[in-house]
């Protein structure tokens, strides 16, 4: 088994990379399994995109813990919330259930807000505590902050050898309390955080111009405000996600079209209307190209910025994302640029 990329988002906004893209292997063609061959590791990213996917929701006390969770509650309002906003994006392709795991007792401070670091802890005692059935794991930390991180877990060269059950999938995510339970600085739970997340643990990547630096040097990935990845409310569940990650999840099965040269006109559809959803420029190169979508206010895009014909940069060659050139950004660790590029959070220059 080979670790999955590791997306981590910390804070508010701040997120930080564990784990470096995956190698591709000398005797497997990454793109094979997908039938357009657009996408590396399709078959890995489909993992858990479709049917019901079950998460075990634990709240973590920790000693810096000042927020009182009520886990059914926190249970109820997430499950109310995600499950129709990813059964409107994936077209009810996939179901997110969340169940409760129990309590667990952290002897480790959480560190916020001083510090950035990972629970250790309660990821352990969320693995020695889950029932073993589930798909994945959710930690609510029960520290004021409404930033988490999350993986998607083990990868395997035959997905069919691979773990599907929380622990042995190594699936997770880990939130702070403040995106389950109102707080001073936001006056409703930051749900979006949570849908956020569960992406992550899909293999859906951040969407970023890549031009706006954080102080220390640090890429800051959170500046595309027409993708619940990379940018959208900092509570709402208002804003949904691109074409290509829907394409990635096995959620437009039929819904692409190809442009190859020369000129014609085509009409896109947006989310839950009949039609082509995605239009690619393909290049000569695999694994990069131009994908083109549409999207409207309506449903759970009324927070979009604009209205329109949205482009992205897609690139899966390995220094794209950080990686030497016998590497392959898939999944998260897909690089994923609005064209063109974004330097402000609030920008709709790509649409």
């Given amino acids: 088994m080979i670790s999955r990329q590791s997306f981590r988002r910390l804070g508010a906004l701040v997120a930080l990379l564990l784990a470096l893209p995956l190698a591709a292997s000398a005797q497997v063609d990454p793109y094979q399994a997908d039938s357009l061959g657009m996408l590396a590791f399709s078959e890995q990213s489909q993992t858990y995109t479709s049917g019901t996917d079950v998460i075990e929701v634990f709240v973590c006390d920790v000693p810096d813990g000042n927020v009182a969770v009520d886990l059914t509650a926190a249970v109820a309002e997430i499950n109310s919330a995600l499950q129709p906003y990813y059964t409107w994006l994936s077209g009810g392709v996939y ?16 560190g916020w807000p001083d510090a950035i670091v990972f629970q250790s802890e309660c990821e352990a005692l969320a693995a020695l505590n889950a029932s073993s059935t589930a798909a994945g794991a959710m930690i609510i930390v029960d520290a004021e902050y409404s930033g988490g991180y999350a993986t998607a877990g ?11 059950t929380f622990p042995d999938n190594g699936r997770i995510m880990v939130v702070g309390a403040s995106t389950v339970v ?19 643990t899909l293999e859906f ?20 405000p027409m993708d619940i990845m990379s940018g959208g409310s900092l509570v709402d569940l208002d804003v949904g996600t691109i074409a290509i990650n829907r394409y ?16 014609a006109e085509y009409r896109l559809s947006g989310i839950g209307i009949t039609g082509p959803q995605m239009l690619i420029l393909p290049t000569d190169i695999q694994g990069v190209f131009t994908m083109i979508g549409a999207r409207s206010s309506v449903e759970f895009d009324t927070g979009i910025v604009a209205d329109g014909i949205e482009v992205y940069q897609i690139d899966q060659r390995g220094p794209a994302c950080g990686g030497p050139v016998d590497f392959v950004c898939w999944g998260a660790e897909r690089r994923t640029t609005p064209v063109p590029a974004i330097d402000d959070p609030e920008s709709a220059v790509h649409v």
């Fill in 154 to 164: 083990v990868a395997c060269e035959d997905v069919i050898t691979c773990p599907t």
């Fill in 248 to 263: 990635a999840a096995g959620w437009l099965p039929s819904a692409t079209v190809f442009h190859r040269g020369g000129t």
């Fill in 95 to 110: 179901l997110p259930t969340f169940v409760e795991g129990g309590t667990l007792v952290a002897s480790t401070l959480s």
């Fill in 205 to 224: 990547p951040h969407s970023y111009g890549g031009l706006t630096k954080f102080i220390n040097g640090a890429t800051y990935e959170y500046d595309n």
């Fill in 182 to 200: 109102p707080s001073q600085e936001l006056p409703n739970a930051r749900l979006s955080t949570v849908a956020h997340e569960l992406g992550h």
